[in-house]
């Protein structure tokens, strides 16, 4: 029974690794531009939450706009500074994208303070659900079923909307979707907005769970790039797949051996670059 | 419609178009020749923005298009069907034609009976698909955003006899709505049986042009220009 608890609990920390990893895969995907400012934006989505909570009373309102903030701001910097960099090696783009996540880091740290702080469960979802014989945190379970709505949008958009399939060949060759008379440029931007968003969203969705703090960005990073190395570049499926599985074995293990869980992510992550470089669910 | 005047091209340090002028009429079909390597393709690349040229102008309709972004190249009514056809693999034929639909003459149902065979294919991924079939659907593509002006690079390169006797009776339906064309091509017979004009391309510079007839009833150009890799 403990173990139901846990796997459950697992499954919304890994939903919320799917957000995150989903956004950083589509953005290499189409973009072919590593973002490591990913972290910090979902860092940025926590405390907009904190904010937004903070002004309105409702986490309701903060789930609405907050994502929507984290766009606009992802699209601004795209728009200003990172769509120059696009066609600059890899290197360029971890050395700018660090630079920004410093600066919303540092920037957090000045507008909120260095310690941490904690947003209230709302109200609608207070309490517990008695299932069988053991009890789990409404939010949990709403957090769960929320994402998994999520997923599915996001997946109708991707996979039979002309915008994702705009992405998708994109993916493929962007000259081609340009010779087709489609603005690449308006499309980047929607995509790394698109992309940015849902790692804002991670960020409010774990905030009544986690609470927020100015670093919450650096690990999270660590961890959608492991998602994105097992499920494979660009892959939604991969993303889903490899966000459960890091979710899932976090969280077992957190109960069994707590240091276990970083050696069998990273283990993983070491098999799959041996055995299958592209990713479970990656192309060549 | 469309007017090239003396436009150079450069890969990097390399200069490849070394002062290309020509012209297409309203609704001609017009041919460009040359061996491997001339810059046939170069040419193609220059017109849609892909290559920017570094001096001369290209004026389409009466607008320059040198220098102006691929899209708004291809929005102004250029449409390019590429050397090995640019078929997006990991989307359907249907998804690889939706998204290349602009408001015209062409419509999906217009495309699917024009080439039956994608409508049979319409479900499968795009690299599933065999060369002739590709060849096809990069053509489809192109006709559906609906252009003013096609340009086709070499649409028959390594197909099956068959299936080039079939592209080349679509270019000719597609020639007689009245489309101008911009023909790459180093198939000779299709070139004599289609083209208005051609012109002859080597190392970057246009070495010939003329009329179909005179084409036609003067062997030596063929011999001086075309003999070697055709
Ligand atoms: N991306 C590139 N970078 C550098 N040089 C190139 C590039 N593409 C083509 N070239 C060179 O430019 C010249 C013209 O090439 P282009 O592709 O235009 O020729 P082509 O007439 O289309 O030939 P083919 O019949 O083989 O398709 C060739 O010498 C080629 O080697
Ligand atoms: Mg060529």
């Known amino acids: 029974m403990l173990y139901i608890f846990q796997i459950l609990n697992g499954l919304g920390l890994g939903m919320i690794y799917f957000l995150i990893s989903v956004g950083l895969t589509i953005i290499f995907g189409l973009l072919n531009f590593v973002n490591f400012a990913h972290g910090a934006f979902f860092m940025v989505g926590g405390y907009l939450c904190y904010s937004l909570v903070a002004l309105t009373g409702s986490f309701w309102i903060s789930l609405l706009i907050g994502p929507l903030i984290v766009a606009f701001l992802a699209w601004v910097s795209e728009k200003t500074l990172f769509h120059r960099i696009y066609h600059l090696p890899h290197t360029f783009h971890i050395l700018v994208t660090v630079g920004i996540a410093l600066i919303l880091q540092e920037s957090a740290i000045i507008i909120w303070g260095p310690i941490g702080k904690n947003i209230a469960v709302p109200q609608e979802l207070q309490g517990v659900v008695t299932l069988w014989s053991f009890a789990y945190p409404v939010y949990r379970l709403f957090l769960i079923a929320f994402t998994i709505v999520i997923g599915m949008i996001l997946w109708f958009l991707l996979e039979r909307t002309r915008f994702g399939a705009l992405v998708r060949a994109g993916s493929e060759s962007a000259e081609m979707v340009s010779l087709l008379g489609v603005n690449i440029h308006r499309l980047f931007a929607q995509t790394f907005a698109l992309g940015v968003g849902l790692a804002g969203l991670a960020g409010i969705l774990s905030a009544p769970i986690r609470g927020v703090h100015p670093f919450m960005g650096v690990e999270v990073l660590g961890i959608a790039f492991v998602v994105v190395v097992i499920g494979g570049m660009g892959s939604f499926i991969g993303a889903l797949m490899g966000g459960l599985m890091v979710g899932l074995v976090q969280s077992v293990m957190s109960t069994v051996w707590p240091e276990g869980a970083s050696l069998m992510i990273y283990g993983a992550m070491a098999a799959v670059i041996l055995l299958r470089p592209y990713g479970l669910f990656g192309r060549a | ?230």
């Open chain 2, 1 to 230: 419609m469309l007017n090239i005047a003396s436009v150079h091209s450069y890969y990097g340090k390399s200069h490849i178009l070394e002062g290309i002028s020509m012209t297409i009429g309203e609704g001609e079909l017009v041919t460009l020749l040359g061996r491997n390597g001339a810059g046939k393709t170069t040419t193609l690349r220059s017109i849609t923005g892909v290559v920017r040229p570094q001096s001369g102008s290209i004026t389409f309709l009466g607008r320059e298009m040198a220098g102006r972004e691929i899209h708004e190249i291809a929005q102004a009514g250029i449409s390019l069907v590429p050397e090995h056809r640019g078929i997006f693999g990991m989307l359907s034929v249907e998804e690889n034609l939706a998204i290349a639909v602009r408001p015209g003459h062409w419509t999906m149902a217009g495309i699917y009976e024009f080439f039956p065979r994608l409508y049979e294919r319409r479900k499968n991924g795009g690299n599933t698909l065999s060369g002739g079939e590709q060849q096809m659907l990069s053509i489809a593509r192109g006709l559906l955003t609906n252009p003013r002006l096609l340009l086709l690079d070499e649409p028959t390169e390594g197909l099956a006899p068959v299936i080039v006797d079939e592209i080349s009776k679509a270019l000719l339906k597609i020639k007689e709505t009245g489309m101008s064309v911009l023909l790459v091509e180093q198939n000779l017979q299709i070139c004599e049986k289609l083209g208005d004009r051609h012109y002859v391309l080597e190392e970057g510079r246009i070495v010939y042009s003329g009329s179909a007839e005179e084409f036609a009833t003067d062997h030596s150009i063929q011999d001086r220009y075309l003999s070697v890799g055709v």
